[in-house]
């Protein structure tokens, strides 16, 4: 994190530098720390912090922070749209494929979907999951300069740090429930292992898809 973090802040240095401005560092703490502080100060007020700014590229800053922001609140749409596609997806695949609480549809010989249901619907739920882990790092890094963390408050930053853990897990909880053998599970135990690890993935994706969902409105 920390690397990306520095990569992040040395392309907006030298972005700034490159404009014909110069880089102050007061101006990147401003961005990173308030930038919807400043996109709702009063007019005047803003006009003011402008001409403190001074130049060109003072005027120009809040256009640039709040074409960002309507971005991010783009991305964050999309990537919360992508991630409820997957759980939807991965719902209809626990209930087909069976859970801790229930034998699955598909082995009573009554699945949601058909044959279609047992046999390739897990493989549409892996490509959704994949296309939502783009879009959320893609909005994430994205938003990395706006800092929001530190302007939407304390719910902001516990919900960001619980979809961040869920987003990270996911895949690895994906993973084993789908190959069980990777971590050793015995042949004859593979069958409930898989149904107990199926109903933590999906428990862990409910509350990651609110998370997330809950933070991208915050930011509205």
Known sequence: MLPTVGMVVGVLLGALTSSGGEAHMGDVFAMGDA???VLLMPAEDRGSLEEERGG???KAWPKRTEDALRTHRTLGLVTTGSL??????GTLSAINE???FHEGRCATGNPLLGDYGCESLHIVHGASAILSLVLYTATAVQGLPLGLSQ??????RILSYVHLVGIVLQPILGLITAYPEVIGINPGAQERFGD????IHIGVG???VAAYATTTVLEF
């Open 151 to 156: 302007s939407e408050g304390p719910l902001y």
């Open 35 to 37: 930038p919807r502080r």
């Open 206 to 208: 409910y509350v990651t």
């Open 84 to 89: 409820l596609l997957t759980a939807g997806l």
């Open 56 to 58: 060109t590229s003072g």
């Open 98 to 100: 069976g859970t801790a």
């Open 196 to 199: 107990v690890m199926r109903t």
